[in-house]
């Protein structure tokens, strides 16, 4: 026997290995024990502590050091359960410590590893996981699993915090793989009933990868993942991505306290592709959260192909919350969201698929409620708030439900920039300021000086800035719930609209203004845009740029107390309203400070204050108001607008508005049937207006533009459930 301390060189350390019973022992040994501080499947020579028997000699194998003991080397001549580490033969993981120790083993993440069976991952005191993939906190020094890992379709069971290494878990490093490199890849793996808890709130947290740079492909999560305030980067699949993450799944619950930031369902952060998967969590962050999605907290790149389903929930004053993705600013396609949102009070920026958008979005669809309350802003059934971003074949059929919240729409909260082409929302809307059914406020190009000048040095600036909507419908029932004290704007279609150019869009449903309202419309609330002319040569310009044209309503519209401002198709009128129709049936309160009109309660002849050298005043011009009223105290009532103007060949149905002559140009259902009677007016029979059943239609309602509000929504056939 020797001391088990003893420096021995080499040669005698060989002699040992061809001395009796102990170097008879030590390849059977390794394969049935596990040693303190050696992986047992790593290959070469390794040293082997045993306690002697006197009587006969034979070592009884043990990771006990306080015995006198003998050392031997034995030669371990295949890896883990077999393989080659390549294509053609990768290494086999037959059970949990072999998946242990490949963690350790740093020569071997380039290498090619399948799984060989489902395993259970449990806690090692001797050769804990520490995750596969490591980043440095210093810079170029990162080591990341740059091969093939192949699950089979194979199951890694319950894995838990507390199965990694006490360092892993103090960096809030708590994934299968630390970090993926750009060349590895993770395949046909499924992680089950996964529970991650970081002790560090701080840390980013997930199951399959806390960053990825490479590929995941047909790979599944399931399971719960719980941080504490102030994390950062959550997702049950990955914090961070990089690279491309296909077909992957995520089911399970997250919860976060406050002050969180990406969280998401499948992926925390992406800044890679993410195409064909799906996440279905129920997902829960306290106050102040930021960037959370169903899918993905914040997109900076792509997601293709994809759904989300569950429930969201935020606490108070938090920003960007979405059914898909909580902010966005790549684009985003062919995605569905089946979200239940529900954001705390002063939220800002939550929606049915993305939260906050700066990227374009197409063929998508929300299908899920949105609820907000006092003092949030930019709730929409499709997208909360967007900038810049061209949305194009999207749906949102879920309600909205934001009572004390303003720029509150069907698909959209608030829009700024960028066009909006052949959407639809049918779900029911309400709020307190700026709702609307399709878009609570849409606004255009901003005005003011840069803009000015922009002009002055190119006129044709202005001509295709991608500020319009086209091909829209909103078909629902519209609430405003205004405060009691004159303010609230609601419209059908869209509570405000300024400087962007709307064509082809409808409104089909009721408008019911609660506790009065200052400005609501079949069609908007209010409508503004500005004349470049006029700013220069201070005379109107005969074809202003953005106009709202071939537009109609056919709505039934209410209010519970006088609204001071209510028109058929607008509240009240900055801008030009050419070749629209209403079909509006108006009831409600009326007082000697409430004006009601046919197309607009109040058509401005110009406007005071800031936008005053930009606006020369509303054009309404080849208008067709077809409207009852049914109304106590009805005073200030116009059959086309009130105030002034510019009326321009616009009638009115005389037989259906009764009794109301107080303008011109009412028409009886013959005069109304009759083509000369619009051609004369130089109404254009040809191509923007036919008579249709003894009464004048948009072509839009008729032709190639026509929606049928009893369509599927525009995204379904697209995704699959």
């Known amino acids: 026997a020797a001391s088990p301390d003893a420096a021995w060189d080499e040669p005698t350390q060989t002699s040992l290995l061809m001395e009796g019973e102990v170097a008879s022992h030590a390849a059977s040994a390794w394969a049935t024990c596990e040693l303190s501080g050696v992986a047992p499947s790593e290959a070469g020579l390794h040293f082997l502590r045993a306690r002697v028997d006197a009587a006969d000699a034979i070592p009884e194998w043990s990771e006990d050091g306080n015995w006198s003991a003998v050392f031997a080397i034995c030669v371990c001549t295949s890896k883990y359960s077999g393989g080659e580490g390549t294509a053609e033969a990768p290494y086999l993981l037959s059970s949990w410590d072999h998946v242990c120790a490949l963690s350790w083993q740093e020569d071997d993440w380039d290498k090619h590893i399948a799984l060989a069976n489902d395993l259970q991952a449990e806690t090692r005191e001797a050769t804990p996981f520490r995750g596969i993939g490591r980043r440095s906190p210093r ?11 192949g699950g089979a379709g194979h199951a890694i069971g319950g894995l838990t915090t507390d199965v990694f290494y006490t360092a892993e878990i103090e960096a809030g490093q708590t994934a299968l793989f630390g ?32 960053f990825n740079a490479g590929t995941i492909e047909h790979c ?19 914090s961070d991505n990089y690279g491309q993450i296909i077909d992957c799944r995520a089911t399970g619950t997250i919860t976060a306290g406050e002050y969180c930031w990406g969280v998401g369902g499948l992926v925390g952060y992406n800044m890679g592709m993410i195409q064909d998967c799906a996440a279905s969590c129920e997902i829960t962050i306290g106050t102040g959260a930021d960037e959370v999605g169903g899918l993905v907290g914040c997109n900076e790149t792509s997601i293709v192909g994809c759904v989300a389903e569950g429930s969201l929930s935020v606490g108070t004053e938090s920003d960007a919350t979405g059914g898909l993705s909580g902010a966005s600013y790549g684009p985003v396609s062919r ?21 906050w958008n700066m990227g374009p979005v197409a063929e998508c669809q929300a299908v899920g409620t949105v609820q907000a309350v006092t003092g ?3 709730i929409g059934g499709l997208i909360g708030g967007s900038d810049g971003g061209h949305i194009d074949l999207c749906s949102a059929a879920g309600s909205v439900s934001a009572s004390g919240a303003r720029n509150v729409g ?19 809307v309400t709020g307190s300021g700026m709702v609307g059914g399709f878009v609570g406020w849409q606004r255009g190009a901003a005005i003011g000086g840069e803009s000015v000048a922009l002009y002055l040095d190119d006129p044709t600036w202005i001509v ?125 309160y009326g007082d000697t400070g409430a004006t009601v009109g046919g197309v607009a309660s109040l058509n401005f002849a110009g406007i005071s204050g ?26 200030n009532v116009y059959a086309v607008a009130g105030s002034g103007g510019v009326r321009d060949a616009c009638f009115w149905d005389l037989e259906a508005l009764e009794g109301q002559s107080n303008q011109p140009t009412g028409l009886t259902s013959a005069q109304m049937a009759s083509e000369d009677t619009f051609v004369t007016a130089g109404w254009d029979l040809t191509s923007m207006w036919r008579i249709h059943d003894g009464h004048p239609r948009p072509m839009a309602m008729l032709g190639p533009y026509r929606v049928d509000f009893d369509q599927e929504a525009v995204a379904t056939g697209l995704m699959e459930d």
């Open 376 to 378: 949030s802003e930019s």
């Open 335 to 355: 995605c569905r969201a089946a979200v239940a949102v529900t954001a705390g009070q002063g939220s800002r920026s939550v929606g049915g698929l993305i939260g």
């Open 410 to 428: 069907g698909l959209l909260g608030w829009h700024f920039r960028g066009d909006i082409t052949s959407c639809r929302a049918v779900g029911d």
């Open 610 to 635: 800031y936008y005053a050298p930009y606006q020369p005043g509303g054009i309404l011009r080849r208008c067709l108001a077809s409207w009852t009223l049914s109304m106590v105290n009805p005073t």
């Open 139 to 149: 810079i170029n020094q990162d080591t990341p699993f740059s091969g093939q890992f």
């Open 464 to 588: 295709g800035q991608g500020d319009s909507m086209a091909d829209c419908t909103a078909e629902c029932d519209v609430i405003l719930v205004a405060d009691g004290n004159g303010g609230g704007t609601a419209g059908g279609f869209a509570g405000g609209i300024e400087w962007t150019n709307v064509k082809h869009c409808a409104f089909k449903g009721s408008l019911n203004a609660i506790n009065g309202g200052s400005q609501v419309g079949g069609f908007a609330g209010y409508h503004l845009d500005w004349d470049y002319e006029f700013v220069i040569t201070g005379t109107p310009a005969l074809e202003r740029p953005y106009a709202i044209e071939q537009c109609w309503v056919d709505a039934t519209i209410a209010c519970t107390t006088p609204v001071q401002g209510l028109g058929g198709f607008v509240g009240r009128n900055w801008g030009v309203v050419s070749d629209c129709l209403v079909s509006a049936r108006i009831s409600g």
């Open 220 to 238: 599944e999560v399931s399971g719960s993942i719980s941080i504490g305030p102030n994390g950062g980067g959550v997702g049950m699949l990955a």
């Open 179 to 210: 970090l993926i490199g750009d060349t590895g890849r993770v395949s046909n793996l499924r992680l089950q009933h996964v529970d991650i808890q970081p002790t560090t709130g701080s840390g980013t947290a997930s199951a399959l990868a806390n």
